[in-house]
């Protein structure tokens, strides 16, 4: 196999593919990328077997052919290489030479053949949407899948497509993250459980353009994006997602406006006082036009009042304010609406539309201090 | 103790005597930031027995004393306080509370009398020079003092002042860097070693600013720095440095110069075939107009061709590509000129002028393959 491309354009190439290059595996092939050129295309590959990435890099292919070559040592030598012209030259026994300008590096690569291929998916069932909404509905829901490994539906998010509305849920058991967004058109209804690590991955390589275009395609156990050059094709974590629609009331006692700002530091200025891993609430006491925020642990105690708009009685409640702080950094709008039953019943923080619901369980603070 | 500060003031001080608080420490006091406050001015001091800086903030002071607060702590809370007056009242237990609009913390301090004072320094030997001149030399001779503990003297620089001379030199066994400034007056002669921690920190401390100076204060096992609100005392590492005269021969063979980018950018490329602590020689082929460099390692092989113009014969010789490397980052011109005698001798970079010289010692290549 001989081609050559510009540094720019095989670079930003590895730079995708490379988030689907394990970390740790027994299969050395896999720490590899794959170069396929054949007159057509030159593609690039990685797959950890989960998750796979292809894309498309535009350059001249001299001789067709396939080969891997270790991913780290790769993107580390096209990096550092001058911006020009980059030739990568590997003979039948897989030795390698890349060559810019007088740099001419020799390293050994692998048989190509021996790279485990992407699965072939069939594209009868899809949606689309703009880069822009999905990644914006992964950065707003992504934060509360559950980190322990205990239950494989907590790691991924349950996207849900019924006619013109997409939604994205996680959950973790303390809350649920739920983002709801409009398409364009109508699409075949679906429900999926994708891999966190999927839509994280895919989060980082999408652009976030509103003008371009993700397509979505799925089978019974695989999803498959496809934007710009490029298409990740991942597993679907299998099973029956929990039932969301039965937890997510629209009753409440309580509705109180905030600015999310202040909210924000203070509940940053709380965590101050909590060590990593400890569990310490942060109790608010709503009354009137003020709430009072109060933490108390044994590194110190802060207290906090924000002015508020509340309808309904007053209440004391408690929460764990990483939760809080976690849904409130995704929130675009400056005043955020919480809505409450009593000190035992989820917070909800929604708007109007239903275009997001953050549902936070409260902590029993009886206990607290 | 009560006192007010500006929010950026208070954090502006907290930021620079962080840099002697000590990373681990049997003395808890030493954890501590001390705030002392009388009439006329308020000062925060930190101490880890080697290194002491202490710092005048402005602010006012309604009751003067002295406290002691867990410097994590404390920077992290005003960090994350709002842009505003931040007052700290301490009662007689030492119990601090600290205020800023409507956020109320409180934390426990500690008997500010029990912090360690920072030795008296006398003024009466002593020099002075712009902060960016001290701040460069540190910048341009601090990688090469020895990173393991096992001789005190390689992992501080020696400072000399010579009339209106001062030179600043570190050596690790394989390389010696050495940087010489004219002062604007003459002072009396000085030969100090100053531990690289303290340089590294004074350096962090320094704003550069060309128009503003800093004074040393020399007694015989102390140094004091003193600029703008900051005074930094730091213990001497007692000895005789290294003869370093006898071994900066200007006699050479060869002279060759070459574009430091070019180099530069070789040597890096060459460090990705060499596994971190891998000593693995890069071998220069010096002739006529052409160096031609060369890396051979388990991990593959460069071979790269560098224009020169050269005077002398032809050479081959070989290093450890980092230690060119880190001279060269730290060189400002765009030319460089290297001496060489023959490949066992050591290679010299430096000026006509002898404003900076690198020596770097060679290393066998017949063992290199």
């Known amino acids: ?62 001789t067709p052919g396939c080969l891997a070559i270790d991913a780290k040592l790769f993107s580390e030598i096209i990096r550092k290489l001058p911006e020009s012209l980059v030739t990568i030259d590997a003979d039948e026994d897989d030795h390698v030479e890349i060559r810019c300008e007088k740099s001419v590096f020799h390293i050994s690569g692998k048989d190509g053949v021996e790279f485990p291929a992407l699965p072939q998916i069939s594209k009868d069932r899809s949606i689309s949407l703009s880069q822009f909404t999905l990644k914006e509905m992964i950065r707003q829901t992504i934060f ?156 110190g105690a802060l207290q906090e009042s924000i002015p508020i708009q509340k309808k309904g009685p007053d209440l004391m409640i408690a929460f764990n304010p990483r939760f809080m702080l976690d849904a409130l950094r995704v929130i675009d709008e400056e005043t955020v609406t919480l809505y409450m039953i009593n000190s035992k019943a989820p917070c909800f923080i929604r708007d109007e539309e239903g275009s997001y619901i953050y549902l936070i369980l409260p902590v029993n603070f009886s206990t607290a201090r």
């Open 1 to 62: 196999m001989k081609c050559s491309f510009n540094k720019s354009d095989i670079l930003n190439g590895i730079n995708i593919v490379s988030k689907a290059v394990p970390v740790r595996t027994t299969m050395t092939i896999l720490e590899c990328i794959l170069i396929t050129a054949d007159q057509e295309r030159i593609c690039l590959t990685a797959n950890d077997m989960e998750l796979g990435i292809e894309t498309e890099v535009t350059g001249f292919v001299e």
């Open 144 to 299: 509360s899948i559950a980190q322990s490994d205990s239950n494989k539906m907590m790691n991924g998010e349950c996207l849900e497509v019924q006619g013109d509305h997409v939604r994205l849920t996680s959950l973790d058991g303390h809350r649920i993250s739920l983002r709801s967004v409009m398409l364009g058109q109508a699409f075949q209804d679906e429900k999926v459980i994708i891999p966190g690590k999927t839509l994280s991955e895919v989060s980082k390589i999408l652009t976030g353009d509103q003008d371009s275009e993700v397509s979505l395609y799925f089978t019974s156990n695989t999803v498959l994006f496809a934007f710009d050059q490029t298409i990740v094709v991942s597993r679907l974590v299998e099973g029956e997602y929990f039932r969301i629609d039965q937890m997510m009331t629209t009753d409440y006692e309580i509705k109180l406006q905030v600015s999310k700002k202040e909210m924000l530091e203070c509940l940053e200025r709380s965590l101050l006082l909590v060590r990593e891993n400890d569990k310490k609430p942060l109790i608010l006491d709503i009354r009137d036009d003020e709430m009072n925020l109060s933490m108390n642990s044994s590194i």
